[in-house]
């Protein structure tokens, strides 16, 4: 459904994002993770083509993105990561405008915003004005515009994003019986790493503009191989270079107290982490035991905590591409 | 087909948005009201050349034009608001080409400012001007040309500007020249030779003269043939809507 090959956007002499390859069957589920920053809202400009890539080719159901962006526009459905939507009007007459930009045919129209103002419960809600909804209904209001025109790929740009708990819980909830019940191909960016694994049925992981990790979330935490065991004691250093030399450790990560250690049988190693505390002295605050998360699988593969220090230097440089996209 | 169906939908919208804002329709009351009362009967006994036209009632189609000036460029706002609240994004990836949905904006902005316009008449019989059904529904396409051309400029305006508050200084900057050189106020043939070469180019002069043949009927004798006005406002149109779709189409 999409084909994206050496995809490359550069900003002046910012390579935002740098060769990227990808395929996305027919009724997948793909999301773009990674920090602020990263290049997921590029990517996505471009393949929406709102932005031109610098070179580098995509084709959604093989029409190319450059050649014929009218095309492309009439088979795709974005909801874009800020809000979009003309809050003096009410829901159903966004959705009306939206219809009629998308030459939905008059006779099917009124049918089709029937249909997806119940996908997304808001039948009741259809004739308030928008400024009245909040900004979950928002969202809702904004998933059903993207599909009244049927598209055959739908593009959520961090779908969630702001949104509390429980209202993202929804808002998944929605995406899944979607995907269920009309197999409708998304692609989705993120930087929740909950959301991907949820959500997608594929991930690519992004950072610097390049793809550094794709596959399914089930098979990126395989590749640790292991068990994530956390702890918080006094003197992480220290035992830090002690349990770096045990065999049983695969991998090792310190911030201040904490220590991430992976380990391939997590049972096995509890207790003889605690005998190696034991022995040195050192007092171990807490401990915890889990499979890894997408969030560790991130860690692996740059080092770097998705919302720590490495992401945090990049917003500045985000919001000059953001910029730049407007 | 598409596009006509992409154009009538925005256009629909502004007059959504416009018909919905209650202090923008009370505001578009008292504007028209201060300069007919006040300002029209302070100056009411100096002389200011009108032929002998009682000055309100010479003022009043000048007033009907300023509304529609001001009124106009003022709905490049709406650029500016869309882009700021997101909404421009969704219109500029649908699949309709720029100059139709600034085809579309523009239709429904000069919709609201002819219906702005049409407020004044109200006031018609304070300065006791009789306008009869007929003479308004003349009216009506005259200031739909006045409006096509300054709604064209005040959204080729927006969508360069980066903020409001620059949109608000540039829109004072050319709404006062055309609203004083138009000779809304006073007689064109008050000013000095080269100003009124200067009156020539603005394009409300047209409209301002246009409205008052009308209005005013017999007792105006108009200053340029009512034929020429309406040229003159169909060429200006044109340019205007011709340009402002290119700069329209370079906004992202």
Not at chain 1, 261 to 289: D, F, H, Q, Y
Not at chain 2, 22 to 29: C, D, G, H, M
Not at chain 2, 129 to 134: D, K, N, Q, T
Request: glycine share 8%; proline share 4%; charged share 25%.
């Amino acid at each position: 459904m999409i084909e994206v090959k050496d995809l490359t956007r550069n900003f002046g002499s910012l390579v935002a994002v740098d060769r990227l390859s990808f395929g996305v069957p027919a009724g997948e589920i793909f999301g773009l993770l990674g920090p602020n920053g990263a290049g997921k809202t590029t990517t996505l400009s471009m393949l929406c083509t709102i932005l031109r890539p610098t070179s580098g080719t995509a084709a959604i159901n093989g029409v190319d993105v450059r050649e014929h962006p009218s095309q492309v526009r009439r088979m795709i459905g974005i909801v874009f990561q800020e809000p979009s939507i003309d809050d003096r009007l009410t829901g159903r007459e966004n959705l009306e405008m939206h219809a009629d930009l998308y030459g939905v045919p008059s006779a099917e129209k009124k049918k089709r915003i029937d249909d997806v103002l119940q996908l997304v419960e808001l039948e009741d809600k259809a004739d308030l004005l928008m400024r009245t909804y909040s900004g979950g209904m928002r969202r809702r209001l904004e998933i059903a515009r993207g599909l009244i025109h049927y598209p055959k790929v739908l593009f959520l740009d961090e779908p969630t994003l702001g949104l509390d708990p429980q209202t993202r819980e929804h808002i998944w909830g929605y995406i899944l019986a979607l995907s269920k019940r009309e197999k409708i191909t998304m692609v989705l960016t993120t930087h929740y790493m909950e959301e991907a694994d949820r959500l997608c049925n594929r991930v690519a992981i992004i950072d610097f503009g390049k793809i550094i990790a794709l596959d399914e979330p089930r098979r990126l935490k395989e590749k640790l191989e292991g068990d994530m065991i956390t702890l918080m004691t006094g003197d992480a250093p220290r035992l830090a270079g002690r349990l770096k030399e045990a065999e049983f450790v695969k991998e090792l990560r310190q911030t201040d107290d904490e220590l991430r250690v992976i380990v391939r049988n997590g049972n096995a190693a509890m207790p003889r982490i605690v005998e190696t505390a034991a022995s040195l002295g050192i007092r171990i605050e807490s401990m915890s035991i889990r499979e890894p998360t997408l969030e560790d699988v991130f860690l692996h593969f740059t080092g770097r905590d998705i919302r720590g220090q490495g992401a945090d230097e990049y917003h500045g440089l985000s919001a000059i591409r953001r910029r730049g996209i407007r | 087909m598409s596009e006509l169906r992409g154009i009538y939908t925005l256009w629909l919208r502004e007059v959504k948005r416009y018909g919905r804002e209650k202090t923008r329709l009370v505001s578009s009351f008292i504007q028209p009201l201060l300069w007919l009362v006040i300002f029209g009967s302070g100056l009411r006994v100096t002389s200011v050349g009108t032929g002998g036209i009682d000055y309100q009632k010479f003022i009043f189609p000048g007033i009907i034009g300023q509304t529609l000036l001001f009124t106009s460029m003022f709905m490049g706002i709406s650029v500016i608001w869309d882009r700021e609240f997101g909404f421009l994004k969704e219109i500029l990836v649908a699949p309709i080409s720029r100059a139709s949905v600034f085809v579309g904006k523009m239709l429904g902005g000069s919709t609201d400012a002819v219906i702005q316009g049409s407020f004044v008449f109200v006031f018609s019989f304070i300065v006791a001007v009789h306008v009869g059904i007929e003479t308004y529904l003349l009216c009506i396409p005259i200031m739909l040309l006045i409006t096509f051309g300054m709604v064209s400029i005040g959204l080729a305006l927006a969508s360069v500007m980066e903020s409001l508050e620059s949109f608000g200084v540039i829109q004072t900057f050319v709404n006062l020249p055309l609203f004083f050189l138009s000779g809304a106020l006073f007689p064109l043939s008050n000013f000095p030779e080269w100003l009124r070469w200067v009156s020539v180019v603005d394009p409300l002069t047209y409209g301002v003269d246009a409205l008052r043949t009308i209005i005013l009927g017999e007792a105006w004798i108009p200053a340029i043939p009512l034929l020429y006005d309406l040229l003159a406002l169909i060429v200006f149109d044109a340019i205007m809507i011709f340009v402002g779709t290119i700069i329209f189409g370079r906004t992202r």
